[in-house]
């Protein structure tokens, strides 16, 4: 599954000729972690639309893999020290123990709030949830947080440290389960 979704990502950068590229890698102790993300294009090409494919691992052996479609902007011209964005995410994945297959489509939000420092700074928050109506195998529904400090280092590297959470909520009987709860360190790099 991890050679799959490393080929996809590689073919999606390969085919894009657009800029504006990020792959971002964030680690702790007990998660691994890679996201890629780019311009939509056509037909958001005036907006800020980006296309995003995921994948988390845990030492629990569960792995989920997601697709994303968000947009994102100003809250006002001028100076714009606030973004904010909405989007969907699908989620597909398997987990060990119980041994279970999960699936959702859920909607987010995201705020970006930049502190103007030496080194720029940004506090992000982001959230998704998928409701029982769109949460299928054998979850009844998700929820995914996310918060985290970041660094810009260079134009193109950025450095962050944060909070992440993914929690599925099982059917009746079985026990939730958290693929993601801790402190977490990583990188994004733009190209």
Known sequence: MV??????CLALTAASGVSA???????SDEVAEINFSMPAGQPFQASQAR?????????????????????????????????????????????????KSVGALGVGASARFGIPTDIPLALILSGTVAPKITTFGDADRVTDLTGRLEAQITEAASLYAGYRYLRFNMERGLRDERVADGFQVGVSLRF
Do not use: M
Request: hydrophobic content about 35%; charged content about 25%.
């Open 3 to 8: 050679r799959k979704l490393l080929v996809a």
């Open 21 to 27: 590229r990020e792959l971002d890698i964030g680690l």
């Open 51 to 99: 296309w995003g494919l995921g994948f988390l691992y845990n030492d629990n052996d569960d792995y989920v893999a997601t697709g994303s479609l968000s947009v994102r902007g100003h809250a006002r011209e001028g100076y714009r020290p606030v973004q904010l964005g909405a989007g969907v995410k699908a989620y597909g994945g398997r987990l060990d123990r119980p041994s």
